[in-house]
T-cell receptor, first 112, second 113 residues
Framework: NAGVTQTPKFRILKIGQSMTLQCTQDMNHNYMYWYRQDPGMGLKLIYYSVGAGITDKGEVPNGYNVSRSTTEDFPLRLELAAPSQTSVYFC???????????FGNGTRLTVT | GENVEQHPSTLSVQEGDSAVIKCTYSDSASNYFPWYKQELGKRPQLIIDIRSNVGEKKDQRIAVTLNKTAKHFSLHITETQPEDSAVYFCAASPMNRDDKIIFGKGTRLHILP
């Protein structure tokens, strides 16, 4: 099993550009999460999904969108990138909300 | 909703001594409490977890204790080593299956030589 795979690993965007961060898992997990982590800070939840076709906002959803059309994939869309979105983005998955989270290796995004 | 408070935010410990990180939670129905370790530049990884039907769990130098009445749980690391230097996050999971796990803000642990 590859676990949770995130692409790309690094990206530099100009202000106003858009991009999609990809996340896929091969463990048949129902729950998937997107977090952002600013330097020296904790994990802030952007969006999460408890199953295909279901998504819900976390604590910092503004400026982002997600979709969950399959169990495996949970892409995160940034529209009109802003410098405040410079961060490391982690995707995670788990079978349910009472099991360990499996994190991807992260995407380091810089918006200039 | 659930709220998790974690203390301290930074902890420095002499190599070989013990380290204790404490977390409190607000939702008495929460029943799953994992701890994650994040080394510099890496992803968070689970190091130990405990469920609400257990008061203590150990794994070599790491232990977690849970006090359901007081709604707090703690991570204990004994005989600390340089490789224990990292950021540690506690989390609490609510009873509702459609709800999300909540993380504490993290503790940066420094092991001093």
């Amino acid at each position: 099993n590859a676990g949770v795979t995130q692409t790309p690993k690094f990206r530099i965007l100009k202000i106003g550009q858009s991009m999609t961060l990809q996340c896929t898992q091969d463990m048949n997990h129902n729950y998937m999460y997107w977090y952002r982590q600013d330097p020296g800070m904790g994990l802030k939840l952007i969006y999460y999904s408890v199953g295909a076709g279901i998504t819900d906002k976390g604590e910092v959803p503004n400026g982002y969108n997600v979709s969950r059309s399959t169990t495996e994939d949970f892409p995160l869309r940034l529209e009109l990138a802003a410098p405040s979105q410079t961060s490391v983005y982690f995707c995670a998955s788990s079978p349910d909300n009472r099991s360990p989270l499996h994190f991807g290796n992260g995407t380091r995004l810089t918006v200039t | 909703g659930e709220n998790v408070e974690q203390h301290p935010s930074t902890l420095s410990v002499q190599e070989g001594d013990s380290a204790v990180i404490k977390c409190t939670y607000s939702d008495s129905a929460s029943n799953y409490f994992p701890w994650y370790k994040q080394e510099l530049g890496k992803r968070p990884q689970l190091i130990i977890d405990i469920r609400s039907n257990v008061g203590e769990k150990k794994d070599q130098r790491i232990a977690v204790t849970l006090n359901k009445t007081a709604k707090h749980f703690s991570l204990h690391i004994t005989e600390t080593q340089p490789e224990d230097s990292a950021v540690y996050f506690c989390a609490a999971s609510p009873m509702n299956r459609d709800d999300k796990i909540i993380f504490g803000k993290g503790t940066r642990l420094h092991i001093l030589p």
